[in-house]
């Protein structure tokens, strides 16, 4: 099997950002992601005022993703609340606006209304790696977590938008935590079967919201198909569970 390596760094790859925590008047999103972005500067650490231009230059800077995803996730929030890309700007704590991209049926926060949306629920996480038998987390395991949580919650009427946030996110964790188990350009769909995200990394990432100790950019750029391909995998895989 032909992967790339996690380990490797690009040429032109620079360090990691120093990490540190949110303070109390920092803003933070309900996703991990976009939240140790944050801590580690890619955004700013306030979290406030942020545009869609810093969104995709911080999402392609720290993971090495090819600048169409981050402007695929960046002007689809922008989008959703309304604003103007080329002149307007965002906090993160706005995409904990209920009914807009916050969304029910999360892997690590309670469902509105009534329960904390913004904050990880280090429960809900262990519960997520709990689901895979193995010491990673893989698209199986995605799939049975993404069906459990739907389940827990009710089986809630979502739009297709959410779906495909949820499908998208899942396929986030396991493309961004992965350890060097990412098929090559161009490899069959089969080998997504074969991407492993360390539940310690996964752990790290979603509850202390920073880039695991050994955790390093890929050595390519990983682009908008071949995460759409990961995400359609996992819907697969949460049919079948």
């Given at each position: 099997?032909?992967?790339?390596?996690?380990?490797?760094?690009?040429?032109?790859?620079?360090?990691?950002?120093?990490?540190?925590?949110?303070?109390?008047?920092?803003?933070?999103?309900?996703?991990?992601?976009?939240?140790?972005?944050?801590?580690?500067?890619?955004?700013?650490?306030?979290?406030?005022?942020?545009?869609?231009?810093?969104?995709?230059?911080?999402?392609?800077?720290?993971?090495?993703?090819?600048?169409?995803?981050?402007?695929?996730?960046?002007?689809?929030a922008f989008q959703v609340f309304g604003l103007n890309p080329a002149n307007d700007t965002l906090d993160l704590e706005t995409l904990n606006t209920p009914g807009r991209l916050e969304h029910p049926a999360s892997l690590s926060r309670h469902d509105q209304p009534g329960g904390d949306s913004l904050h990880v629920d280090p429960e809900r996480v262990d519960a997520m790696l709990a689901d895979s038998?193995?010491?990673?987390?893989?698209?199986?395991?995605?799939?049975?977590?993404?069906?459990?949580?739907?389940?827990?919650?009710?089986?809630?009427?979502?739009?297709?938008?959410?779906?495909?946030?949820?499908?998208?996110?899942?396929?986030?964790?396991?493309?961004?935590?992965?350890?060097?188990?990412?098929?090559?350009?161009?490899?069959?769909?089969?080998?997504?079967?074969?991407?492993?995200?360390?539940?310690?990394?996964?752990?790290?990432?979603?509850?202390?919201?920073?880039?695991?100790?050994?955790?390093?950019?890929?050595?390519?750029?990983?682009?908008?198909?071949?995460?759409?391909?990961?995400?359609?995998?996992?819907?697969?895989?949460?049919?079948?569970?």
């Amino acid at each position: 099997m032909k992967v790339i390596s996690l380990f490797q760094f690009a040429s032109a790859a620079a360090a990691l950002k120093e990490w540190a925590p949110a303070g109390p008047s920092d803003s933070r999103s309900p996703c991990p992601g976009l939240n140790t972005l944050a801590n580690h500067g890619y955004l700013p650490h306030d979290g406030k005022k942020i545009s869609m231009s810093t969104f995709v230059s911080a999402i392609t800077e720290a993971f090495n993703f090819d600048p169409s995803v981050g402007q695929f996730l960046a002007s689809g929030a922008f989008q959703v609340f309304g604003l103007n890309p080329a002149n307007d700007t965002l906090d993160l704590e706005t995409l904990n606006t209920p009914g807009r991209l916050e969304h029910p049926a999360s892997l690590s926060r309670h469902d509105q209304p009534g329960g904390d949306s913004l904050h990880v629920d280090p429960e809900r996480v262990d519960a997520m790696l709990a689901d895979s038998p193995h010491l990673f987390l893989d698209v199986v395991s995605a799939g049975v977590s993404r069906r459990r949580t739907f389940l827990e919650s009710g089986r809630p009427n979502l739009t297709e938008t959410i779906w495909t946030i949820m499908f998208g996110e899942s396929s986030l964790t396991l493309i961004a935590m992965n350890n060097g188990t990412f098929p090559a350009a161009g490899a069959p769909t089969e080998e997504i079967y074969n991407i492993q995200a360390p539940k310690d990394w996964v752990k790290i990432w979603y509850e202390e919201e920073r880039f695991p100790e050994g955790w390093t950019p890929f050595a390519r750029s990983i682009n908008l198909t071949e995460l759409g391909a990961v995400g359609a995998v996992i819907r697969s895989e949460f049919v079948k569970s």
